[in-house]
């Protein structure tokens, strides 16, 4: 089992950066993909970014390309570099993680709390 706790939420301006990190809990962290989502008011939860075991291959949505950057260390960190936010990308972000890395949020075991972001214009 995992436990994570997600951190590095706030209030920036529009073009500026945020850093939020994922902290697992378990001795099996290094078993698992993990992955952020977001959602937004009123919509669905989305993944951002995926990242595989040992950081071996990574995933962005099309919407994040170019600007934010998942890694991962060896002990029990997840991080995900945000940058050129945008007002879009306020949402509420969470850390997940599950065997294999998919883009569907239904197959994730294991879910953080959540840290609020918000990108004002």
């Known amino acids: 089992q995992v436990q994570l706790v997600e951190s590095g939420g706030g209030l920036v301006q529009a073009g500026g950066s945020l850093r939020l990190s994922c902290a697992a809990s378990g001795r099996t962290y290094n078993a698992y993909s993990m992955a952020w989502f977001r959602q937004a008011p009123g919509k669905e939860r989305e993944i951002v970014a995926g990242?595989?075991?040992?950081?071996?291959?990574t995933y962005y949505a099309d919407s994040v390309k170019g600007r934010f950057t998942i890694s991962r260390d060896a002990k029990n960190m997840t991080y995900l570099q945000m940058n050129s936010l945008k007002p879009e990308d306020t949402a509420v972000y969470y850390c997940?993680?599950?065997?294999?890395?998919?883009?569907?949020?239904?197959?994730?075991?294991?879910w953080g709390q959540g840290t609020q972001v918000t990108v004002s214009s």
């Open positions: 990242i595989k075991r040992f950081g071996s291959s």
């Open positions: 997940a993680a599950d065997r294999r890395m998919t883009i569907d949020r239904n197959e994730y075991a294991y």
